[in-house]
Nanobody, 123 residues
Framework: VQLQASGGGLVQTGGSLKLSCAYS????????MGWFRQAPEKEREFVAHISWNGGVSQYAESVKGRFTISRDNAKNTLYLQMNSLNLEDTAVYYCAASRTSYGSTNSRQYAYWGQGTQVTVSS
């Protein structure tokens, strides 16, 4: 397994969760990484991406100011801190490794995908 996402769960509106994604250092330490999500009956959508060294990141407008993406290459782990969660954040969240060192909002730019972790926000 090259990407392993974890940390999902059930949380109330306004709550927080932190997702983690363990990755293979040998393969992905020089690659940008991202988080995507897919809600029921919707297409997979971009959430955030971060460059290989953590210096550059980008967020979807819907999560900007609430979510923070980060990575620790020494621990081979990608994170997504999610605050002020709302019902629209309910989805399966996927971590992915880009083909390049700088990320993209386009899912086709990502060659490797984790298995997904479910985030459910309740009222």
């Amino acid at each position: 397994v090259q990407l392993q996402a974890s940390g999902g769960g059930l949380v109330q509106t306004g709550g927080s969760l932190k997702l983690s994604c363990a990755y293979s250092r040998r393969i992905f330490s020089n690659n940008a990484m991202g988080w995507f999500r897919q809600a029921p009956e919707k297409e997979r959508e971009f959430v955030a991406h971060i460059s290989w060294n953590g210096g550059v990141s980008q967020y979807a407008e819907s999560v900007k100011g609430r979510f923070t993406i980060s990575r620790d290459n020494a621990k081979n782990t990608l994170y997504l801190q999610m605050n002020s969660l709302n019902l629209e954040d309910t989805a399966v969240y996927y971590c992915a490794a880009s083909r390049t060192s700088y990320g993209s909002t386009n899912s086709r730019q990502y060659a490797y995908w984790g298995q997904g972790t479910q985030v459910t926000v309740s009222s």
